[in-house]
């Protein structure tokens, strides 16, 4: 601690509002300081007196419009890497009923976000990390009330409702079909989804009616190819990262063309045994995952697992509800507790003119949509070459 620190005479406070101490014990403004602190004063005002009568909306059920809108005012989103030609969005864990009133459903909060990065700087695909029904997946009893709820409300903006079924989930999507910006959701299943013994097959089977656009398998792993050159390997870890069902994963990674590889999993390898079949079967595939996807923690985080293993992985899990680091994850560089999503682009690679990196952003939003004054930011960036190379946002480091 500085002697300034130590000094009973020192007011922190006080100093940091511009206020100066002459020895005498009054206190004198600089006049450009009072007005920046006047200044700084009506804008909380202002941001408090939006957010109140927001709530006071939503507590008197005036503006049915508001209930159902799906994008609150005032999201932003931080802008992408310059130069992207190729983007992914992703989310985990979201899987929770939603609060009595949308604007404190903290899913919303994050399907804002997402949704504005999308019609700000657009993405290519919506990827979907698992835990999508809590607490046992999808049930056959609430199948339709709980697609609404937990799929077209917070993700209106990527949908397309064109599906048999889909007229009977308008209502909950409050962007009208031209404000929209369908792409392809892929989702992955989690643990919980697998509670429900129909859970599963209605994911697979039912959500598509109601959903065009939605993809997804139980079971196993599959790939999609993607104009860019990344090749999205979806894996279903639950069942398949038990010994003797990772071959599924070898076999699907030896197989996607790249020359980039992103596997989406709802597990991250993390340092228990249970990680261990998902390494070998990187191993025996003998070709690079660039990057892992994943949620199942309820946070933010961003990791080098070491091999044999993706050379980048990142934990995409605060869909609903954040949570204190739960896993050992090997190779921990970033970790912040809050909502969020994870965006990744496909840009030039400054060290490598001629070549290209998967940039990763860690965004965290509002803990609740009428949480006006909060901006959504960048919590980490990291960046990973098409050798294997690793290096923070910030160009810090770099390694392989």
Partial sequence: MDRKGLDPRHDPVRDARGLEAPGDGLRHLHPRRERERRSGELRARRQRRAAALLLAAALLGIGAGLGAAALAPGWDAPAPPEGSRFALLAVGDFGHRAKWSPWLTPQRSVGDGLAASHLQHPADYLLLLGDHFYPSGLEEREAEARIAMNLVAPFCAFLDLSGPLGAQLEPSCGAPPA????????????????????????????????????????????????????????????????????????????????????????????????????????????????????????????????????????????????????????GRRAFHQSLGYARVDLVADPAAPGQEELVVSLVSVRPFPAALWQRARVVARYAVARDGAVRRGDGARRSN
């Fill in 179 to 330: 404000a929209r910006r369908p792409i392809p959701v892929l989702a992955v299943l989690g643990n919980h989804d697998w509670r429900a013994p129909e859970s599963p097959d209605l994911q697979q089977d039912l959500v598509p009616r109601y959903l065009a656009n939605w993809r997804l398998r139980k079971g196993g792993a599959w790939v999609e190819e993607t104009p860019a050159g990344v090749s999205l390997v979806l894996f279903d870890s639950t069942p398949g990262r038990r010994r003797g069902e990772a071959h599924v994963l070898r076999d699907a990674l030896a197989s996607a063309r790249g020359p980039w590889r992103v596997v989406v999993s709802h597990h991250p390898v993390d340092a228990t045994p249970k990680s261990q079949p998902m390494r070998d079967a990187i191993a025996e595939a003998g070709v690079p995952v660039h990057l892992w996807l994943a949620g199942h923690e309820h946070n933010l985080q961003i990791s080098e697992p070491g091999r044999p293993g993706p050379a980048l992985q990142v934990i995409s899990g605060g869909g609903s509800s954040p949570t204190p680091l739960k896993y050992e994850i090997p």
